[in-house]
């Protein structure tokens, strides 16, 4: 099954109960601003970006069908990176260049009826 969306997207302030919804196989074009929320995981923060955080922005997932998924994140603008976590904000699972080059994938098994949150972060520096 499919869930992808492009990068760069444009940001807004974001709660995680006010988060747009990702439907699967939806793609998703814009951009990242340097005005985005920092995004932190103990990987990004040990990448020494305390000067220049990572920023990104977010969706709320749910999928209909449990289920194996991939989710891309592909810019020509930024080193990509992608970051996703069940309801409660725990990490699930990241990816810096798991796609090709500065692209990002995460495949992961999804269960259907639960939510969860994927964040396409500007990573500083490739993390």
Same mark, same amino acid.
């Given at each position: 099954?499919?869930? @992808?969306?492009?990068?760069?997207?444009?940001?807004?302030?974001?709660?995680? #109960?006010d988060?747009?919804?990702?439907?699967?196989?939806t793609?998703?074009e814009?951009?990242?601003? +340097?005005?985005?929320?920092?995004?932190?995981?103990?990987?990004? +923060?040990?990448?020494?970006? *305390?000067?220049?955080p990572?920023?990104?922005?977010?969706?709320?997932? #749910?999928?209909?069908?449990?289920?194996?998924?991939h989710?891309?994140?592909?810019?020509?603008?930024?080193?990509?990176?992608?970051?996703?976590?069940?309801?409660?904000?725990?990490?699930?699972? *990241?990816? +810096?260049?798991?796609?090709?080059?500065?692209?990002?994938?995460?495949?992961? *098994?999804? *269960?259907?009826?639960?939510?969860?949150?994927?964040?396409?972060?500007a990573? @500083?520096?490739?993390?």
């Amino acid at each position: 099954m499919l869930l @992808q969306f492009l990068l760069p997207f444009l940001i807004w302030a974001q709660e995680p #109960q006010d988060l747009p919804v990702l439907q699967v196989g939806t793609a998703i074009e814009g951009a990242i601003t +340097d005005s985005a929320p920092a995004v932190h995981t103990p990987t990004l +923060d040990s990448g020494g970006h *305390e000067a220049t955080p990572t920023v990104g922005v977010s969706w709320s997932i #749910q999928v209909a069908e449990s289920g194996s998924y991939h989710l891309d994140l592909r810019s020509y603008a930024f080193d990509g990176y992608l970051v996703l976590r069940d309801a409660d904000g725990k990490l699930l699972a *990241e990816d +810096d260049d798991g796609l090709i080059g500065v692209h990002s994938r995460i495949v992961v *098994e999804l *269960e259907a009826g639960l939510e969860y949150r994927v964040t396409a972060c500007a990573s @500083q520096d490739g993390a």
